[in-house]
């Protein structure tokens, strides 16, 4: 398969001579094909078609239409063509291939897996119909949960030309270069393989107010007559490589590179940079941050594929370059192209070889080691879509800068478009409100606990809402890769408080601490968490919790395989936890079955059980009583106005009778005291 032609290789355009049939048209626009000057050939095929008398020729012609413009990079005449072609039945499995390029080039995955799908039956040997189905479900998948990153066009800097490979030219990072084929270059030609004007560099520089300058050609001796482009620069931005691809008439010879130092507010005579020969292409530079290695792409021999990645490192004592080495970690049997090294280590690319959305896509390699690098990884969307991405430059070490692309809502054909990775914002916030009336909890307080040492605190106001979003200083409360506990408290203005919700004062009440659980860690994009809490009054009277069961008439803890009462038991012993200052009363009751004084004994023992299962646990014994209330204090249901004593009960049907006495036999607690301070000699609590 060709490699990809025109402004993706800018640069690696190697053609032959050309020299033009004059006997028939279809054989002039054959030969212009076979020069890769695709943009003559469209017209040539175009006129050739309704001369030629030949079917077999003239169906050959329409599919040589779609590929001209293919490699033009116009996909969307390219799949008119194609199409045209199927249904003339041009007898080449090639096209069913082409065709589904042109289609996932252009989003239209599902389509393209059609094509992709047919052509693996014709040709069940070639991997390309494997990767190619691979690539549009990845894509598909891409598309839908795309990256955090923001990408825009950046209007001022692009044409309705070929604008791409930018490039930071000063320290402070607010000019940029960048190759362009628009109007105003050096020579007056035009490339016959994509048939706009051969590129210059040009130069913009931005404003406080973020505006770009109209972009200006660089004067020679840069710019010249022929494609010159891809610029790049050392730290101290003083000198520029770039690269070159010389033409003569009739021919283009290989790409090379070049460099140049600035001389006061000049750029002095460029010079080559020598690899030894001439006969193949070289492009692309990129200087690490040390400034002692360069990375460039090349299609030399011994390479992986068409163009791979290599690099260079400098002498500083004999004052030159060594010897080329292939980055193996990176390269692919396609073409690797536009390498760019960032400050942390880390190569970024351009890359058809790896799995991608389109044509070209943007990837990363770590750093593994001294020269070695690997564990690539697609960019994914934004950043990669259908078309060709490429050209990556960031500014120093933020997650910000910008890149070639070619997509269809471009200002031309690439454009450059600006990238920034926003901050990821994360808030918490919630209500407070009694459990059992519902009402708001005003003033309590909320606090943040995280793993990473930080704590914050905030206090509900009178509709019990609370918030923790930014600081004074813009900093957050809550971090990336962080866990938080949440702690609520909130103390009454009553020693008592009325358990009846219709008759109670909030801010007479004090609560049980609440307590959650929240994380960031795994959340990529920004996020409000909501966490509310519902809070148990802690002076209003006995605090139910699950039920404790015991045997018939026994007061060991029931454990079966329908039931555990350690269970239960566990939720008592995390509200001690998480209120360490209060002492409770463990309170049994019984139903009215047996004499009292039997039902006073087995509640006392029954109320010890549940104290002892706590003590055991790690709980400070003197934070807590046990008592058994036998069958002295029935359960009141104050809602319903109901007191579950022997007589109401022995009243309701027989059905009912026994789950109303199982209402009687119940477990709770009571907080005596909220003052609690341990001693030296006391257990600590687990």
């Given at each position: 398969?060709?490699?990809?032609?025109?402004?993706?290789?800018?640069?690696?355009?190697?053609?032959?001579?050309?020299?033009?049939?004059?006997?028939?048209?279809?054989?002039?626009?054959?030969?212009?094909?076979?020069?890769?000057?695709?943009?003559?050939?469209?017209?040539?095929?175009?006129?050739?078609?309704?001369?030629?008398?030949?079917?077999?020729?003239?169906?050959?012609?329409?599919?040589?239409?779609?590929?001209?413009?293919?490699?033009?990079?116009?996909?969307?005449?390219?799949?008119?063509?194609?199409?045209?072609?199927?249904?003339?039945?041009?007898?080449?499995?090639?096209?069913?291939?082409?065709?589904?390029?042109?289609?996932?080039?252009?989003?239209?995955?599902?389509?393209?897996?059609?094509?992709?799908?047919?052509?693996?039956?014709?040709?069940?040997?070639?991997?390309?119909?494997?990767?190619?189905?691979?690539?549009?479900?990845?894509?598909?998948?891409?598309?839908?949960?795309?990256?955090?990153?923001?990408?825009?066009?950046?209007?001022?800097?692009?044409?309705?030309?070929?604008?791409?490979?930018?490039?930071?030219?000063?320290?402070?990072?607010?000019?940029?270069?960048?190759?362009?084929?628009?109007?105003?270059?050096?020579?007056?030609?035009?490339?016959?393989?994509?048939?706009?004007?051969?590129?210059?560099?040009?130069?913009?520089?931005?404003?406080?107010?973020?505006?770009?300058?109209?972009?200006?050609?660089?004067?020679?001796?840069?710019?010249?007559?022929?494609?010159?482009?891809?610029?790049?620069?050392?730290?101290?931005?003083?000198?520029?490589?770039?690269?070159?691809?010389?033409?003569?008439?009739?021919?283009?010879?290989?790409?090379?590179?070049?460099?140049?130092?600035?001389?006061g507010q000049d750029w002095e005579e460029p010079t080559k940079i020598e690899m030894g020969s001439d006969t193949f292409s070289v492009g692309h530079a990129s200087m690490n941050a040390k400034g002692d290695m360069m990375f460039f792409s090349s299609d030399m021999p011994g390479g992986q594929g068409g163009k791979d990645i290599y690099y260079m490192t400098y002498d500083s004592k004999a004052k030159v370059w060594g010897e080329p080495v292939n980055v193996e970690g990176v390269n692919t049997t396609g073409d690797e192209l536009y390498p760019f090294s960032h400050d942390d280590g880390r190569l970024f690319f351009a890359?058809?070889?790896?799995?991608?959305?389109?044509?070209?896509?943007?990837f990363s390699a770590n750093k593994l080691g001294p020269n070695a690098w690997g564990k690539v990884e697609n960019m994914r969307a934004p950043i990669n879509g259908p078309g060709h991405d490429f050209g990556i430059v960031f500014e120093g070490n933020k997650n910000r800068g910008f890149f070639s692309s070619i997509r269809s809502n471009g200002k031309g054909y690439a454009d450059i478009y600006s990238f920034k990775m926003p901050p990821i914002i994360y808030v918490l916030q919630g209500k407070v409100k009694d459990v059992e009336c519902g009402k708001p909890v005003a003033n309590a307080v909320v606090k943040l606990i995280?793993?990473?040492?930080?704590?914050?605190?905030?206090?509900?106001?009178?509709?019990?809402?609370?918030?923790?979003?930014?600081?004074?200083?813009?900093?957050?409360?809550?971090?990336?890769?962080?866990?938080?506990?949440?702690?609520?408290?909130?103390?009454?203005?009553?020693?008592?408080?009325?358990?009846?919700?219709?008759?109670?004062?909030?801010?007479?009440?004090?609560?049980?601490?609440?307590?959650?659980?929240?994380?960031?860690?795994?959340?990529?994009?920004?996020?409000?968490?909501?966490?509310?809490?519902?809070?148990?009054?802690?002076?209003?009277?006995?605090?139910?919790?699950?039920?404790?069961?015991?045997?018939?008439?026994?007061?060991?803890?029931?454990?079966?395989?329908?039931?555990?009462?350690?269970?239960?038991?566990?939720?008592?012993?995390?509200?001690?936890?998480?209120?360490?200052?209060?002492?409770?009363?463990?309170?049994?009751?019984?139903?009215?079955?047996?004499?009292?004084?039997?039902?006073?004994?087995?509640?006392?023992?029954?109320?010890?059980?549940?104290?002892?299962?706590?003590?055991?646990?790690?709980?400070?014994?003197?934070?807590?009583?046990?008592?058994?209330?036998?069958?002295?204090?029935?359960?009141?249901?104050?809602?319903?106005?109901?007191?579950?004593?022997?007589?109401?009960?022995?009243?309701?049907?027989?059905?009912?009778?026994?789950?109303?006495?199982?209402?009687?036999?119940?477990?709770?607690?009571?907080?005596?005291?909220?003052?609690?301070?341990?001693?030296?000699?006391?257990?600590?609590?687990?």
């Amino acid at each position: 398969m060709r490699v990809i032609r025109a402004i993706l290789l800018f640069f690696f355009v190697s053609l032959t001579t050309i020299s033009f049939a004059q006997h028939n048209l279809t054989k002039e626009a054959d030969e212009a094909y076979e020069n890769q000057q695709f943009f003559n050939a469209v017209d040539l095929y175009k006129q050739a078609f309704s001369k030629e008398s030949k079917k077999d020729l003239k169906i050959k012609i329409i599919y040589r239409i779609g590929e001209c413009y293919r490699f033009l990079l116009d996909y969307e005449q390219a799949e008119e063509w194609y199409e045209k072609a199927e249904r003339a039945k041009y007898d080449d499995t090639e096209l069913e291939l082409n065709y589904a390029m042109v289609l996932k080039m252009q989003g239209k995955y599902e389509d393209a897996l059609v094509h992709y799908k047919e052509y693996q039956q014709l040709a069940p040997s070639d991997s390309r119909a494997q990767d190619g189905i691979n690539s549009c479900e990845q894509s598909i998948e891409w598309q839908s949960k795309p990256t955090n990153y923001l990408v825009e066009n950046v209007p001022q800097l692009n044409s309705k030309f070929h604008d791409f490979a930018p490039a930071f030219a000063d320290r402070k990072n607010q000019t940029l270069m960048f190759a362009s084929s628009r109007p105003g270059s050096s020579g007056s030609d035009i490339d016959p393989n994509k048939g706009q004007a051969f590129t210059d560099i040009f130069e913009s520089s931005v404003d406080r107010k973020g505006k770009w300058s109209t972009p200006k050609p660089l004067p020679e001796p840069i710019n010249t007559k022929h494609n010159d482009g891809a610029p790049s620069f050392d730290s101290r931005k003083s000198t520029m490589y770039f690269t070159r691809c010389e033409s003569e008439k009739n021919s283009v010879k290989a790409c090379l590179l070049y460099q140049t130092t600035l001389r006061g507010q000049d750029w002095e005579e460029p010079t080559k940079i020598e690899m030894g020969s001439d006969t193949f292409s070289v492009g692309h530079a990129s200087m690490n941050a040390k400034g002692d290695m360069m990375f460039f792409s090349s299609d030399m021999p011994g390479g992986q594929g068409g163009k791979d990645i290599y690099y260079m490192t400098y002498d500083s004592k004999a004052k030159v370059w060594g010897e080329p080495v292939n980055v193996e970690g990176v390269n692919t049997t396609g073409d690797e192209l536009y390498p760019f090294s960032h400050d942390d280590g880390r190569l970024f690319f351009a890359s058809n070889g790896h799995p991608g959305m389109g044509g070209l896509d943007i990837f990363s390699a770590n750093k593994l080691g001294p020269n070695a690098w690997g564990k690539v990884e697609n960019m994914r969307a934004p950043i990669n879509g259908p078309g060709h991405d490429f050209g990556i430059v960031f500014e120093g070490n933020k997650n910000r800068g910008f890149f070639s692309s070619i997509r269809s809502n471009g200002k031309g054909y690439a454009d450059i478009y600006s990238f920034k990775m926003p901050p990821i914002i994360y808030v918490l916030q919630g209500k407070v409100k009694d459990v059992e009336c519902g009402k708001p909890v005003a003033n309590a307080v909320v606090k943040l606990i995280g793993t990473d040492g930080s704590s914050a605190e905030a206090t509900t106001d009178q509709t019990g809402f609370y918030k923790f979003d930014a600081k004074e200083n813009d900093e957050r409360f809550l971090a990336e890769n962080t866990s938080y506990t949440i702690v609520v408290s909130r103390k009454g203005d009553a020693k008592k408080a009325s358990p009846d919700c219709n008759k109670t004062v909030i801010a007479e009440r004090s609560y049980l601490n609440g307590r959650g659980q929240e994380t960031t860690i795994g959340i990529e994009r920004s996020t409000a968490f909501v966490h509310d809490f519902e809070l148990q009054c802690l002076n209003c009277g006995e605090i139910r919790f699950p039920k404790v069961l015991y045997p018939l008439a026994k007061w060991e803890l029931l454990v079966d395989e329908r039931v555990n009462s350690k269970d239960s038991l566990d939720f008592l012993f995390q509200t001690l936890t998480e209120n360490p200052t209060i002492v409770i009363e463990l309170a049994a009751h019984t139903d009215a079955r047996d004499s009292d004084a039997r039902n006073q004994i087995l509640s006392q023992k029954r109320a010890q059980t549940c104290v002892d299962y706590l003590i055991e646990k790690g709980i400070d014994a003197g934070r807590l009583q046990a008592k058994g209330y036998g069958e002295s204090q029935p359960f009141v249901d104050a809602k319903a106005g109901i007191t579950y004593t022997e007589a109401y009960i022995n009243g309701l049907p027989k059905d009912q009778r026994e789950a109303a006495h199982q209402i009687n036999r119940r477990t709770v607690f009571f907080v005596l005291r909220d003052d609690f301070v341990p001693t030296s000699s006391a257990p600590e609590n687990n």
